[in-house]
T-cell receptor
Framework: ETGVTQTPRHLVMGMTNKKSLKCEQH?????MYWYKQSAKKPLELMFV???????ENNSVPSRFSPECPNSSHLFLHLHTLQPEDSALYLC????????????FGEGSRLTVL | GQQLNQSPQSMFIQEGEDVSMNCTSS?????WLWYKQDPGEGPVLLIA?????ELTSNGRLTAQFGITRKDSFLNISASIPSDVGIYFC???????????FGTGTSLTVIP
């Protein structure tokens, strides 16, 4: 239990569906991250939120839409995805500042049919 | 983006052996993190390093922050079957919130 909870753990969706991934952290952190993990590739940063403000968008396609209503919650809204978007989506959080380790959730395994 | 070279890509070792892996970057980092990831799970933080030359241990794991600030090393002593998994390094520069990750080292421990 890392203090970062992701739901759902597994999601199968068609290319025309709309779904959302949810992340909640109980660590008192103020920065939250979405990463994509595909086989044989390094973790790819998607978005960073710092105090609810988006500070990084790593050229992510608009079919991925993040939302950060407060410092404890982060969503990733998904619509009209492609099969190549199938991957493990990882949420992470940290206390922004000079130090501040990054703690990950258990991930949401997404399969797009 | 920033590339971290992590080696080796995979290791097959006998139980009880020691293991070494490393990460190098083209940029200077002021934070190095080491993670372990089991199948279907998220990465779990093992060790965090903040200072050049720093040597930090966590049980049988020891990690070092390279003097040049462009590399880091992880050693596992007396490996056991539950050490099996993928180990990732991650680094962060002095500015921004972004962490850069290595491609991972897959460790197999043969009982």
């Amino acid at each position: 239990e890392t203090g970062v909870t992701q739901t759902p753990r597994h999601l199968v969706m068609g290319m025309t569906n709309k779904k959302s991934l949810k992340c909640e952290q109980h660590l008192g952190h103020n920065a939250m991250y979405w990463y994509k993990q595909s086989a044989k590739k390094p973790l790819e940063l998607m978005f960073v939120y710092n105090f609810k403000e988006q500070t990084e968008n790593n050229s992510v396609p608009s079919r991925f839409s993040p939302e950060c209503p407060n410092s404890s919650h982060l969503f990733l809204h998904l619509h009209t995805l492609q099969p190549e978007d199938s991957a493990l989506y990882l949420c992470a959080s940290r206390l922004a500042g000079m130090a501040g380790e990054l703690f990950f959730g258990e991930g949401s395994r997404l399969t797009v049919l | 983006g920033q590339q971290l070279n992590q080696s080796p890509q995979s290791m097959f070792i006998q139980e009880g052996e020691d293991v070494s892996m490393n990460c190098t970057s083209s940029s200077i980092f002021n934070t190095w993190l080491w993670y372990k990831q089991d199948p279907g799970e998220g990465p779990v933080l093992l060790i965090a390093l903040y200072k050049a030359g720093e040597l930090t241990s966590n049980g049988r794991l020891t990690a070092q922050f390279g003097i040049t600030r462009k590399d880091s090393f992880l050693n596992i002593s007396a490996s056991i079957p539950s050490d099996v998994g993928i180990y990732f390094c991650a680094g962060r520069t002095n500015t921004g919130n972004q962490f850069y990750f290595g491609t991972g080292t897959s460790l197999t421990v043969i009982p």
